[in-house]
């Protein structure tokens, strides 16, 4: 596929992705979702890489869906569209490698509700959060009523969901909807940083916490612990991570994965 609004840089196993629509500050348009579905599929193809990194161009990160292609667009239609969004979002947790948000500016809307579908959010200092559907006579479509309380309580999302506040990075930290915040240079700079770091631990076992987590949260607790016990268990063994890892730590070295 020839990307348009994707751009992506892969380095030392990292692959940074860039939005980059900034006239429309990089409003999200089914092009957009096209583009995204072929490169999740790409990258998870892709056994080199270990960590993928969202980010956007300009001074958005991602001010919604896109407004223009939406108004015209029938009950039917709308609903194709918020599945269309709901189902590139959910690839992002059913992807075996870590998804991190690097939030550079404006998360309004579907923008908020990709950052939200990664595994975990970092944010520079200007970025300004909000889910302003009801300003548009809307509500979230990609998953947004769902993933918000899940993140910061029911409390703080149906605030931020029925009053269309847009609220800055020291307010979206203390509710948990971001892990950290950067000054706005220094913001890719610490991403990556983690991302190595990341990059450096057992493979396997990164890919079986988020599986555990994410599936997890789906289930009761019992089975949860039915789940954890069993992944735990595939990593122990000759030939497998938990074995290398632990073996590598007894004698006083770095593991080689
Ligand atoms: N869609 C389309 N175009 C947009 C969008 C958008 N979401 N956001 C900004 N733009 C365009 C503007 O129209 C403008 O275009 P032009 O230059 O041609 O006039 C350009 O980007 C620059 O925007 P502004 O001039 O408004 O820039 P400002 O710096 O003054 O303001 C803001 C920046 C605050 C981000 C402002 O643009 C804004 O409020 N944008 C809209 C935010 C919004 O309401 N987002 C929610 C959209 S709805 C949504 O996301 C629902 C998701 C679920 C959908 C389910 C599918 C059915």
Redesign the pocket.
Known sequence: MNYEILNTEITDGIAVVTISRP???N?LNTRFFNEMDQLVAEISANKHVKVMIITGDGK?FV??????E?VNKNGEE?TV??EL?QNTFSSFGRMDIPVIAAING?A???GL?LAMGCDFRFANTKAKFGQ??V??G?I???AGTQRLPRLTGMGDALYLLMTADMINADEALRIGLVQKIFEPEMLMEETLKVAKLIASKGPEAIKKVKKVVRLGMEMSFTDGEKLEATEFGTLFGEGNEGKTGMTAFLEKRKPSW
């Not at 001010?63 to 223009?68: N, R, V």
Request: net charge negative; hydrophobic share 50%.
């Open positions: 006239k429309a500050m409003a958005a001010a919604g869906a896109d407004i223009a939406m709308g569209f918020s969004g404006f309004l809307g579907g509700e302003p559907e300003s548009l809307l979230p479509g990609y």
